[in-house]
């Protein structure tokens, strides 16, 4: 894919995920790797009004920016997070990371989301883990949540939100709305006490159907 059509997806994906009112204002980033790097929502860039000039290029050499140019867009804070994921997973074309309401609030209570719900499958496996805190934009935040995603997709960030890969920047924000879906569905569920959850057999049992309809969902 060219860069230009990366930007396109791109920011079509920001204007999604701005619509669907996922991450407030500048909060929130999206990536595509490209040849070379990739391309990522701009430090301060609001997602439902992003444009070009809130892309920003990050080659994948690039450790610091601290001599990038004045007349380029600076790259999110979260610049290191994606490029980490885009190391530790080399299927990974997208990142979407958002402060979604309900993830967020899961988030804040360091909770994971269990396997209350056949669907947690989605993330890759039997749960959708909340990775350990560290602050926004450091080397320690990205290291945590490469480890915390070596068998997922998607993952909580402890006090802070969630963050999703996938094969283009669409899939990766329809798996953030997913588990933003999922963790509202927990929380509520939790208003009369623990839900039941399915067993490891039963989680089993759903990698198997999905097999059928064409999604893997756990590897």
């Known amino acids: 894919m060219s860069r230009q059509a990366a930007a396109t997806d791109l920011l079509r994906t920001l204007h999604d995920m701005g619509a669907a009112q996922l991450s407030p204002g500048a909060s929130g980033n999206i990536s595509v790797r490209v040849e070379g790097g990739m391309l990522i929502s701009a430090s301060g860039a609001v997602a439902a009004t992003a444009s070009n000039d809130d892309l920003a290029f990050v080659p994948t050499h690039c450790r610091s920016l601290e001599h990038w140019p004045d007349d380029q867009p600076r790259p999110s804070s979260e610049w290191r997070m994606h490029q980490a994921l885009y190391s530790s997973h080399p299927e990974a074309m997208a990142v979407v990371h958002c402060h979604s309401l309900h993830a967020t609030a ?53 006090n802070h939100g969630q963050i999703c890969i996938g094969d283009s920047p669409a899939t990766a924000l329809a798996l953030a709305r997913e588990v933003e879906s999922l963790a509202a569905c927990y929380l509520a569920s939790l208003q009369n006490g623990e839900p039941v959850l399915l067993t490891p057999q039963e989680m089993d049992d759903v990698y198997q159907a999905f097999s059928h309809y064409g999604q893997r969902l756990k590897d």
Do not use: N
Request: some cysteine; aromatic content about 8%; overall charge positive.
């Open 106 to 158: 899961l988030a804040c209570q360091r909770r994971r989301i269990p396997p209350f719900h056949y669907m947690v499958s989605i993330a890759g496996g039997d749960d959708i883990p909340c990775a350990d805190y560290a602050l926004f934009g450091s080397e320690e935040l990205s290291q945590i949540v490469c480890k915390t995603l070596q068998q997922r997709r998607a993952c909580l960030m402890a």
